[in-house]
C-alpha cells in the first residue's frame, strides 16, 4: 500500500478512537512528500491560511510579498486602505513583481516593465498597443480572498471556504477579553525551521513539553503541571497555560479581564496553521507554511498592549527568541527521528497536556480521511 493510503486509513482509524486512548500518527505523516502534497491540495488551498499581522502593513502602499504552496502573494494596504493578497506573479509572461517588502503605489515588472496598480490592474504595457486582440482589463492580477480576523491576515487561495469570521465563533467567546485586536505589533520575523509544519503547530500546542524543554524560560511561569485543555470545535483547539501563583502580574493587561483570566495565557490554534499564545500582556504567534515535508517557513511575531520599545514588550521579545531557540533545537532533533523505520505508534499523553495533538489528528481526518472523498482545488 502506497504512504498516501496508508495514512489516509490511519487517519480513519482515529476517529473511532476514544480520547482517552489517543495514539500518535505513524512517523510518515511527518515525512512523506507525497502526503505533504495532499495537504497542500486539499487543506492549504481550501482553507483560511493565515498570512501575517495587519501591524506589518501599517500605511496605504505598505506591502511584504510571501510564498504559500508555491503560490507568490503580495500583501498589502491598498491607496484606499484596505488589506488585499494579490498573485505577485506577472500576466505577461509569469516573473515574479516584487520581493521582500515596502512601500509602493505601483508594481513594475522588473523583465519587460508592466505595470500594475496597488488593485492589481494592468496600468501600463509598452509597446503591446500594437498587438490586436491585447486588452489590459483582461491582466488584473488575481485578487485571492482575504479577511482580517483580530488584527491578522488571512488567505483563501480556491475562494470557495465559509467566511472566517463565521468558524472562529467558539474561540472568539474564548479570549474576547484579551482584546487582541487591539494590541500592538511590536515584532516580526521570517524563518525556516528544519521539521515538519505540523511538529511544529503541534509542538507550540502542547503544554507536556514546557517544564522539560523551557527549563528556565517558560517553566517558571507556565509549568506542565498547571496546563488545563480547552474546549474544541472543527477550526480550533487549545489549552489554558496557568501561571504559577507565585510569578508576578504580567501587567499592563486589558480592563475587563476576570481574575482567572489574569493568571493564564490562552493557548490555541487556529486549523491548520496559525498558532497563538495569548499572554495579559503580550501575545507571540506564528503562521506555518509547509516548505517540503522536512521545513517549515515561519513567520511570527510578538503584538502587545504595549508599544515596541517599552520595556514588558522587549522583555517579552527577548524570552521568546530564548523559546524559540528551545523549541528549534527540539524539533530539528526530532525530525531526524521520525526517518527511523524502527519508531511506531504510542500513546499520546493526557488530555490537559497532548489533548490538542489529538484534535488537530482529527481535523486532518476530517480534511484527508480515507472516508472523505478529495475534490481538487
Ligand atoms: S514577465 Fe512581466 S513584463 Fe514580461
Ligand atoms: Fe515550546
Known sequence: MDTVTHLREELTKLKSISAEQARTMPPSYYTSAEFLALEEEHIFRKEWVCVGHTGEIPNPGDFYTTE???????????????????????????????????NRKKFICGYHAWVYDSAGRLQNAPLMDQIEGFDKSACTLPNFATEIWEGFIYVNLDGNAAPLA???????????????????????????????????????????????????????????????????????????????????????????????????????????????????????????????????????????TAQPDDQSAIDYVKLCHEFNEEDKEKLETLQKGLKSKYLGSNYLAPGDFEGTIWDMYQFMARRLGSDVELQKA
Open 68 to 102: 504559500l504552496v508555491g503560490e507568490q502573494l503580495i500583501v498589502l494596504r491598498d491607496e484606499a486602505g484596505e488589506v488585499r493578497i494579490l498573485s505577485n506573479v506577472c500576466r505577461h509572461r509569469g516573473n515574479i513583481l516584487a520581493q521582500g517588502s515596502g
Open 166 to 304: 463565521e468558524q472562529l465563533g467558539g474561540i472568539e467567546a474564548i479570549i474576547k477579553n484579551y482584546k487582541m485586536g487591539e494590541r500592538n505589533f511590536v515584532y516580526g520575523e521570517e524563518t525556516i525551521w528544519g521539521c515538519n509544519w505540523k511538529c511544529l503547530a503541534e509542538n507550540f500546542m502542547e503544554g507536556y513539553h514546557l517544564s522539560p524543554t523551557h527549563v528556565k524560560t517558560l517553566h517558571p511561569i507556565t509549568p506542565t503541571s498547571l496546563c488545563v485543555k480547552m474546549p474544541h470545535d472543527d477550526y480550533f483547539t487549545g489549552y489554558w497555560a496557568k501561571y504559577n501563583p507565585n510569578y508576578p502580574e504580567r501587567l499592563p493587561y486589558p480592563e475587563g479581564l476576570t481574575k482567572e483570566e489574569t493568571r493564564q495565557s490562552p493557548m490555541f490554534a487556529i486549523n491548520p496553521n496559525h498558532v497563538i499564545g495569548l499572554a495579559t500582556n503580550a501575545c507571540v504567534y506564528m503562521c506555518l507554511r509547509p516548505a517540503g515535508p522536512d521545513h517549515v517557513a515561519i513567520r511570527w511575531g510578538v503584538i502587545s
